[in-house]
């Protein structure tokens, strides 16, 4: 009996060994074709490629997998729902090189973005990993950038997002920017920092959807909406947001909260800026809207999102308006928004005076 137990344990441990040594191979891809043999191991290298047009480049890794870009990754253009790119794993090393993704947005763009028109892949990039994700180099996205769902704590840093090609009219768009609704980074996960990037678009370049422990800082937004939690609908809890260090450059709104008139049920709370610049903005410095329902801004709002402790502290956020644009504005349902909303960190020059609504508990701020 003994030495048959100890056979099992023999074969048993030389299973593990060849398992263990087999996922610690490097895989390529140069197509879609090596990709189910490729991501049998913990270490990926995927070089210069283009992917078809109506495919996804879809990695499921194994856990601790590190990934290097070498090469410019393109995608072929068609007309389809997308996502173009969709990354999944837990612990992972993803190390972009700055090589360039491009969308092809070009083909899409027509001025009417996710809402009207062709129909555009979207997102471009789906992140549903934990760990590190660096130096990723995206342009031209037919729409949305990156939509960051992750199982667990994760840091993006180093990424570039530049659709600026899209700031001018084209023969489909009219006299509209020919890009629409290209948001750099959709969040709907929690644990997250995103650091040291840039996104030049036409829309939000945050846009916080749900979560907790949410860190965005030392970033560059130019051109778009500005850094944005929302658009907030039924039943989402956002907490413990800090928005830090981040320059805001020519953008519609510098510093947004938005919910859905409609929306019931939810949390926006524990919110800090901190040491942002803003500059040019053209529409609203800060605002905050429960009367989400587009376009309107300052409609009737509602209460369903219970909006508290918004805070611009110590270490000064300064926002200059043009002189078309609104300094700040806030709308709040009855009773909707509470707690402790210090805003004595925050120094606004140009535009003119927004209207304040529903909203006693702003404090260390007055607008002349």
């Known amino acids: 009996m003994f ?15 060849t398992a263990a040594s087999s996922s610690s191979c490097i895989g390529t891809i140069s197509s879609l074709d090596d990709v189910t043999n490729a991501v049998k191991c913990t270490t990926v ?28 990754i393109q995608f072929g253009n068609m007309s389809w729902a997308g996502p173009l ?5 837990n612990d992972i090393t993803f190390n972009g090189n700055n090589q360039r993704w491009d969308g092809g947005g070009p083909f899409y763009w027509d001025g009417q973005g996710a809402n009207a028109g062709t129909t555009k892949p979207r997102p471009m ?30 840091t993006i840093s180093g990424v570039t ?20 609704n290209t948001d750099g980074f959709d969040v709907g996960g929690s644990n997250l920092i995103i650091q040291n990037s840039t996104v030049l678009n036409q829309d939000d370049c945050l846009a916080i959807g749900m979560g907790t422990n949410i860190t965005f800082a030392n970033n560059y937004c130019e051109g778009g909406h500005g850094i944005s939690i929302g658009s907030i609908s039924s039943n989402v809890v956002v907490s413990d947001i800090k928005i830090s260090g981040n320059n805001v450059v020519s953008s ?7 919910t859905d008139a409609s929306a019931t049920n939810s949390v926006v709370q524990n919110v800090k800026y901190t ?13 905050v809207t429960q009367a989400r329902s587009y376009p309107s801004n300052m409609g009737t709002p509602g209460n369903g999102v219970i909006i508290s402790d918004i805070n611009f502290t110590p270490g000064t956020t300064s926002l200059k308006a043009n002189s078309g ?15 402790n909303w210090d805003w004595s960190g925050l120094e606004t020059s140009g535009g003119k005076i927004g209207s304040i609504i529903n909203n006693n508990v702003i404090t260390g701020f007055t607008q002349y």
């Open 45 to 72: 290298n995927i070089n210069a490629f283009t992917v078809p047009a109506g495919k996804t480049f879809e990695l499921q890794l194994l856990d601790g997998t590190t990934v290097n870009v070498l090469g410019e």
């Open 3 to 17: 030495p048959l137990l100890a056979l099992g344990f023999l074969v048993a441990g030389f299973a593990a060994v």
């Open 252 to 258: 519609a709104y510098s510093f947004r909260i938005k």
């Open 325 to 339: 644009a609104y300094r700040v504005a806030v709308n709040c349902g009855s009773g909707s928004c509470t707690g």
């Open 85 to 89: 790119f969709n990354v999944q794993g």
């Open 275 to 287: 040491a942002n610049t803003a500059t040019n903005c053209t529409y609203y410095g800060v605002l």
């Open 161 to 180: 997002v530049d659709d600026s090609q899209g700031n001018y009219p084209n023969s489909r768009s009219g006299n509209l920017a020919a890009a629409h």
């Open 125 to 154: 990039m789906h992140i549903s990993i934990s760990g590190t994700l660096n130096d990723v180099y995206v342009v031209n996205s037919p729409a949305h950038v990156f939509s960051v769902q992750n199982p667990g704590p994760l």
